[in-house]
Nanobody
Framework: QLQLVESGGGSVQSGGSLRLSCTASVSMYRMAWFRQAPGMEYEGVAAVDQTGSSNYADSVKGRFTISQDSQMTTMSLQMNSLEPEDTAMYYC????????????????????WGQGTQVTVSS
């Protein structure tokens, strides 16, 4: 059974940095991070695929960097210049196959989800 294991997260002050990682038990085509703040809908944060192509939400461009290993089993998200608005539960998502009908930051593009890791940024 496929598993996604998330690590990282925690609490930091505004302007600080955190790094999230997600490891899949098998190789994936695409992996991504989504987040959900209390009372808000899921938001696609960043995604990366086997080719190395990446996508970012406008709200995190220039601050967050997503990367993957060559086997596409581990993905990391380096989060710099964190803001209180980044506070949310962050979820790892993975897709084993390419789905051309779904954009990279669309939650429907992903088949597997992690349990989430909390990121809290205080002002």
């Amino acid at each position: 059974q496929l598993q996604l294991v998330e690590s990282g997260g925690g609490s930091v002050q505004s302007g600080g940095s955190l790094r999230l990682s997600c490891t899949a038990s098998v190789s994936m085509y695409r992996m991504a991070w989504f987040r959900q703040a209390p009372g808000m809908e899921y938001e696609g944060v960043a995604a990366v695929d086997q080719t190395g192509s990446s996508n970012y939400a406008d709200s995190v461009k220039g601050r967050f960097t997503i990367s993957q290993d060559s086997q596409m089993t581990t993905m990391s998200l380096q989060m710099n210049s964190l803001e209180p608005e980044d506070t949310a539960m962050y979820y790892c998502a993975a897709a084993p196959n390419y789905n051309p009908s779904r954009s990279a930051l669309n939650s429907a593009a992903y088949d597997f989800w992690g349990q989430g890791t909390q990121v809290t940024v205080s002002s």
